[in-house]
């Protein structure tokens, strides 16, 4: 017993030097800049909302959060559309080239973004999709499908093929058996799936600040306005900085679950 | 489970061939274009072969940064790992405790990654931060824009309290894997709380610890944004990383040769090591 206690009092421990950062920023986003630069308070002497109001209360502001939740959500349904039938594939079928393609795939995973910085802005410039959602959405499914098919894929080899074929036998055509009995099967993987597409979708700024300039701008690239002649808005800064944590609470929530499961991924 | 030969299943792999090939292919071939090219203006480019290739092998500036890449990443997962490990055996097994410590720790894994940089830049601060506040007080001579040595330390800490929680919750799925019988038996055999690690719990983390690893290597290689909001690679070069060389490049001074070449060598790093980290972990299972 008192073994298990140490271990708590560890964990606990860990979480809280994990947490201290961000509650700092929240600290931070109920104060005053005259407070931030006053001194140090552990809390908020006068605590205000001001520093939300201004973000809530300004459309350029607001519609950062607006853009990011919309590129993301675009990637996250472009890459579960393609990214289910293939991992279909890849879990039932043996085809010419197969293994080649699926560490190609991965291949894509190692690429830094920084190496397709100039070749992205030119490619979506000269198809007139530069500054869209679309672009960003494309262009983050460079790193989004190739995970999200190896997700996919551990999850499907789980659901025995016997499931396949007395569908077929039942007379269901693929595409009916597919959506009507083999995806509510892998229900938890598909949660987990989305969950790791938003994740990698929403922290990314360098591609998404290249291939935007006023129309799709994501919010980490407005949030460097904060940064004026009169020196830096702190407070605006943490609110700003601290609205961003919300999306991937919520979406955790969901599916906290299964996430474990998710996490060991494809077998290697 | 046994798989059917059947070539028609490309029809199911043909969009994600399409859209990836799309945004990988496209600009992969333009990197190589511009690679053997010096381009002057519009319709003003001349093939100079390996010329950017040889020019880029010999800069300096790019081998300090490699040099300081290397030793990041080798910083970066001899810390993260062990760390993460021990962080995966004491979170509790399950209920909800588990969910709320899975919650709690995967924290900074969802927030932007400008914003870990902001977080960080303030949170280290010596007169508006708790964290540089407080090694100041301590009576630590604590300043990150200044000591290339403090900004080393920031931004490797802001690393492992970054991306530290990755390699815990895949230890964690890992964990949880493990069949109960396994304990039993090593209770029945009055095993040892290390012997349990060694001979049970490590060998059955193999494979998420290889993807950890992975995982880790190639991020940590490919690092920009948060040391970028940071330290802006400050003070002096010290802590400017491959991207952020590259990216000053194609962007800042629009070398457009030299940083496609650049691109390329880098890219074939990360290949390769990963590659090499891969083949020998195969090859050693096999021998066993």
């Known amino acids: 017993m008192k073994q298990s206690r140490s271990k708590n009092v560890a964990i606990t421990l860990f979480i809280a030097l994990l947490l201290t950062p961000v509650y700092w920023l929240l600290n931070m986003s109920f104060k005053t800049n005259q407070e931030i630069l006053g001194g140090l308070t552990l809390f908020p002497n006068t605590f205000t909302l001001d520093n939300y109001a201004v973000i809530f209360s300004d459309p350029s502001w607001y519609n950062g959060y607006l853009n990011s939740m919309t590129y993301v959500a675009m990637n996250v349904v472009i890459t579960l559309l393609v990214a289910l039938p293939a991992a279909y594939a890849f879990s039932r079928y043996r085809f010419l080239g197969d293994k080649h393609l699926f560490f190609w795939l991965l291949s894509n995973r190692m690429a830094p973004p920084a190496v397709f910085l100039l070749p992205f802005f030119q490619l979506y410039s000269s198809i007139g999709l530069f500054d869209t959602h679309i672009a960003v959405a494309l262009a983050h499914c460079l790193f989004t499908v190739p995970l999200a098919v190896w997700i996919l894929e551990g999850f499907m080899k789980g659901v025995p093929r016997e499931y396949d074929e007395m569908a077929f036998i039942d007379g269901y055509s693929f595409p009916k058996f597919f959506i009507k009995v083999f995806l509510p099967m892998i229900r938890s993987g598909i949660g987990v799936t989305a969950f790791f597409t938003f994740m990698f979708s929403w922290v990314e700024l360098l591609l998404a600040r290249t291939l935007t300039s006023v129309d799709a701008q994501p919010i980490g690239a407005i949030m460097t306005r904060t940064i004026g002649a009169s020196g830096i808005d702190w407070g605006v800064l943490s609110a700003a900085g601290a609205l961003t944590i919300i999306p991937g609470i919520l979406v955790i929530w969901f599916v906290r679950n299964h996430v474990a499961k998710g996490f060991a991924l494809g077998r290697v | ?288």
């Open chain 2, 1 to 288: 489970m046994q798989k059917i030969q059947n070539n028609r299943a490309w029809w199911l792999v043909l969009p994600v061939f399409l859209l990836v090939a799309f945004s990988a292919l496209i600009p992969l071939m333009t990197v190589v274009n511009y690679s053997v090219q010096d381009i002057f203006g519009p319709g003003q480019a001349f093939y100079v072969g390996t010329e950017w290739f040889k020019e880029v092998l010999g800069d300096e500036r790019l081998q300090d940064s490699l040099t300081r890449q290397f030793m990041f990443s080798g910083a970066v997962l001899l810390i993260q790992i062990p760390l993460g490990i021990s962080v995966a055996l004491m979170m509790p097994k399950s209920g909800i405790k588990g969910s709320v410590c899975l919650i709690l720790i995967a924290i900074p894994l969802l927030i932007p990654w400008n914003v870990v940089g902001t977080i960080w830049q303030v949170f280290a601060r010596g007169d508006i931060g708790l964290f540089g506040w407080g090694l100041n007080e301590l009576g630590f001579d604590y300043n990150y824009t200044g000591n290339t040595v403090d900004a080393w330390l920031t931004v490797l800490l802001m690393d492992v309290w970054h991306w530290t929680p990755l390699v815990a919750l895949l230890c964690y799925s890992g964990l949880r894997a493990i069949p109960e019988a396994f304990y039993q038996a090593a209770e029945i055999d009055r095993a040892s709380k290390w012997a349990v690690f060694r001979y049970i719990q490590l060998p059955r983390l193999k494979s998420v610890l290889i993807i950890a690893v992975l995982l880790r290597f190639m991020d940590s290689f490919m690092i920009y944004t948060e040391p970028f909001v940071l330290t802006g690679g400050g003070p002096g070069s010290s802590t400017t990383f491959l991207s952020q060389t590259l990216t000053t490049m194609a962007i800042g001074q629009f070398d457009l040769g030299r940083a496609a070449a650049f691109s390329l060598i880098y890219f074939l790093i990360v290949l390769v090591i990963s590659w090499l980290f891969f083949t020998a972990i195969t090859q050693a299972d096999k021998e066993q």
